[in-house]
């Protein structure tokens, strides 16, 4: 008997390391998981809001391409081993994707291939931010460390400071950014302060339709609208919110943050939804096509399968 208790403690088994990548086709009612096949967390994830293609970056380099036959391939240029903060895709098929120590990538065949901007004049900050005009890829917004902030038109709108830029806004058929969010919870609009948050924030709302209110998430729990008073959205949750999407144009929303932090609201953000049980690791990303299909990717960890 003490043998077989023995043998059972070291019965052969399979540690497998993967990074999270959950799924909605609901508006975020149901989640399933996908396979990432990736041994380094994701940041941050992106979709098409026209086709179903789907981009996740992360550390080391990662570049993730979800096609339309639902697999994730992995295109990551060969060398580069920068961590990827942020992705972002245009109608066009046109990407763009930034991270550390200055890097920015694009790709003009929806993925498949990126180019690396060795020219790109930065000083070297950590780039924290992508964002295309949803139907306009000529006008964009990278944002960074020590108030880097880089525009493809000369808007007015810009930091004094030298405080991270954790992200930026846009509406449908706008045309300039509604704002840009410092790391403090200040946003800036047309070159004057659009309020402040009162909150450290972590992740922006990058893309709303005419019936959509942009949130900015951050540490604690907490989240505001632009216009709106900061609130603790769920009563005694102390995770940092990360990254918030809109799901549906209109009705709902998702953010995502730590310890598999899961918000969702269905009334366009008035009341939220905390989901449990469906992932207990960090996650750092949230997007959405804006009909109801969505992804959210996380950290990898190691789960033990047995045979």
């Not at 929806?110 to 000529?138: H, I, K, M, Q, Y």
């Not at 525009?151 to 509406?171: H, M």
């Not at 949130?215 to 005694?236: I, K, Q, W, Y």
Request: hydrophobic share 40%; net charge negative.
């Amino acid at each position: 008997m003490r043998y077989f208790k023995l043998l059972c403690l070291f019965l052969p088994c399979a540690l497998s390391a993967e990074a999270l990548i959950l799924r909605t086709e609901d508006g975020g009612i149901t989640w399933q998981r996908e396979e990432s096949r990736c041994f380094n967390s994701l940041n941050a994830v992106a979709a098409d809001m026209i086709t179903d293609l789907m981009i996740a970056v992360g550390e080391r380099g990662t570049i993730l391409l979800r096609d339309a036959s639902g697999v994730w391939q992995d295109v990551s240029p060969a060398g580069l081993t920068a961590d990827l903060n942020s992705v972002a895709i245009a109608v066009n098929g046109l990407c763009m994707v930034c991270g550390d120590d200055g890097t920015l990538l694009s790709s003009f065949d929806r993925g498949e291939s990126w180019r690396l901007w060795d020219e790109f004049d930065c000083g070297g900050v950590d780039l924290l931010s992508v964002n295309f005009a949803p139907t306009s890829p000529d006008l964009f917004v990278i944002t960074g460390d020590d108030g880097f902030t880089r525009f493809s038109e000369d808007w007015s709108i810009q930091f004094i400071d030298s405080e991270p830029i954790v992200g930026s806004c846009f509406r449908l058929c706008s045309g300039a950014p509604e704002f840009i969010a410092s790391a403090s919870g200040r946003m800036v609009s047309d070159d004057a302060v659009a309020g402040e948050t009162g909150f450290p924030v972590r992740g922006v709302t990058p893309v709303v339709s005419g019936g959509s209110h942009p949130f900015l998430v951050g540490e604690d729990g907490m989240m505001s609208t632009v216009n709106g008073s900061a609130r603790e959205v769920v009563p005694g949750l102390s995770a940092d919110l990360k990254s918030v999407s809109a799901l549906t144009w209109g009705s709902d929303c998702c953010a995502v943050g730590e310890g598999g932090t899961i918000l969702v609201s269905h009334d366009n953000g008035s009341d939220w939804e905390l989901l449990t049980g469906i992932a207990l690791r960090d996650l750092n990303g949230v997007c959405s096509n804006g009909s109801g299909t969505g992804c959210i990717v996380g950290d990898t960890v190691l789960d033990r399968i047995l045979p």
